[in-house]
């Protein structure tokens, strides 16, 4: 008796073929029937996706993206606002007990070595927070206003142009803090 593929479309490999056994682990790592998927889901559906066949009617895009590409994305743009959150404050820590931070109350100071590299973390985080406004743009489909299920009226014709706005800002942002490591942005410029 032949099994099943667990996961009918959620995988691009073909699961009747010759060496189905491979490709039935291979979805069972990416599906399981009752449970929500998790980042195995995310890795296998953005590793082995496939073209759905329609496109959403705002970005004219195609579902798969949706459905594989974007929750990976969002998987490791969130690993990334972590990872530079995390080092920021690790390498806070680290330049604070070796005196290179002082706080007094009457007194503070830093090194140029502490400005240099905390304006490339912010350089970093803004870059990162552009990236996650464009994906923003695209999880506009997923909105539950009540009454429509998608982008309504408000959304497209208010909230897509702020998200545009927000991603110039977070570029401007971005250059600007790089530009403090090399000393091409005068300190004066920010506020």
């Known amino acids: 008796m032949r099994r099943r593929p667990i996961c009918s479309r959620s995988c691009a490999i073909d699961c009747r073929g010759p060496g189905s056994s491979r490709a039935l682990q291979v979805c069972s790592l990416c599906w399981s029937p009752r449970q929500k998927p998790a ?7 953005f590793l082995y996706h496939v073209p759905y066949g329609a496109d959403d009617p705002l970005y004219n895009k195609d ?21 530079l959150v995390l080092s920021a404050l690790f390498a806070g820590t680290i330049y604070w007990v070796h005196g290179d931070i002082e706080y007094d109350i009457h007194h503070r100071s830093m090194s140029p070595t502490v400005i240099a590299h905390g304006s490339a973390l912010f350089g970093l985080l803004f870059a990162v927070k552009a990236w996650s406004y464009g ?26 142009p702020a998200l545009w706005l927000m991603i110039g800002l977070s570029i401007i942002a971005a250059f600007t803090a790089v530009g403090q490591t090399s000393g091409c942005v005068p300190i004066g410029f920010l506020p």
């Open 39 to 45: 980042t195995g889901a995310s890795s296998c559906g």
């Open 63 to 83: 579902i798969g993206f949706y459905l594989f590409s974007l929750p990976a994305y969002i998987l490791i743009k969130n690993w990334m606002l972590l990872t």
């Open 135 to 160: 994906l923003d743009r695209y999880l506009l489909l997923y909105g539950d206003n009540g009454v429509v299920v998608g982008a309504s009226y408000t959304d497209i014709h208010l909230g897509l």
